[in-house]
């Protein structure tokens, strides 16, 4: 992704923490060079899964712990559209009084709420995620559409799907499991069909300078590192080694969705 004159970045993620995963280094690297980074997520983080004496209070620590990782990569501004979590079957209901989760909200309404932030900012390309939402969250699916109506809509000259390489994780999977054993929620096997292949890859970008900030920006979040059940994927992450950190995280992967013919 090139970045060398000054250029807004909008960059649309689904849950506090999702930044920190995907595109921490990205983001951190742009901010270091003079751009101007913002950061959209679209929910409130509440149905995150925790431990059970966070929960009563998770929106508002997760609201904390997104704010610390943008401190951290350098964003400039932090929008929260305030949707609920959709659940990982996007079935979830409103809750009274509640915000109403965002796969329940039409496309089109979300869509020109993210397209007037878009001429807000100026934005120069928005960042988001791939059709399949990178390994099929419904959220993430939603945002990836969301995102596309929205960027149409302001006329955002550059959209980016930000994705891994498959083969790749699946291979640095199996490198970090002869030395640590994942926690039973993650399933290694599911990368195999997430994401995307290495071929439809169009821009990489080098965040080995910045590897100190994602891994920062993940131990941020450190209400989804664990739960009562005991560690999530995130601690496994951060208890990697770093050498091996750098070489699973050190790059950061899109696509360019070709330009609009309209």
């Known amino acids: 992704m090139p970045m060398t004159s000054a250029r807004t970045l909008v960059f649309v ?20 060079e003079g751009q101007r980074v913002v950061l959209v997520v679209a929910t409130d983080g509440a149905a ?10 998770l929106a508002q620590i997760r609201a904390a712990e997104l704010d610390e990782s943008a401190r951290i990569l350098g964003v400039a501004r932090t929008i929260r559209l305030g949707y609920a979590d959709s659940g990982l079957h ?55 559409q969301v995102s596309i109506r929205a960027a149409e809509l ?9 994705t891994a390489p498959r083969d790749l994780i699946v ?13 039973p929620e993650f399933d290694p096997t599911s990368f195999e069909r997430a994401f995307r292949a290495r071929s439809e890859i169009t821009h990489r970008v080098n965040v080995r300078d910045v590897i100190d900030q994602k891994r920062a920006s993940m131990r941020a979040h450190s209400s989804q590192a664990t739960a009562d059940s005991g560690d999530r994927t995130l601690a496994a992450f951060l208890r990697i080694p770093k050498p091996v950190f750098t070489y699973v995280f050190g790059t950061e992967y899109y696509l360019l969705r070709p330009a609009s013919n309209d």
């Not at 999702?18 to 951190?28: H, K």
């Not at 925790?50 to 209070?57: F, P």
């Not at 709420?113 to 390994?135: F, M, S, W």
């Not at 291979?171 to 926690?183: H, N, Q, W």
């Open 13 to 32: 993620h689904a849950h506090p923490d999702d930044e920190a995963l995907l595109t921490a280094g990205t983001m951190a690297r742009a901010a270091r």
């Open 48 to 57: 995150g899964l925790a431990a059970s004496h966070l929960t009563d209070d």
């Open 90 to 144: 996007g079935d979830e209901q409103q809750q009274a009084d509640g915000p109403l989760p965002l796969c329940q909200a039409p496309v089109e309404e979300v869509a020109q709420e993210l397209a007037q932030i878009l001429r807000d900012e100026l934005a120069d390309a928005l960042i988001t995620y791939d059709p399949n939402g990178g390994y099929g969250h419904p959220d993430h699916i939603r945002v990836h």
């Open 154 to 162: 302001a006329n955002t000259p550059q959209v980016f799907e930000a």
């Open 171 to 183: 291979k640095a999977l199996k490198l970090v499991s002869t030395f640590y054993t994942f926690p």
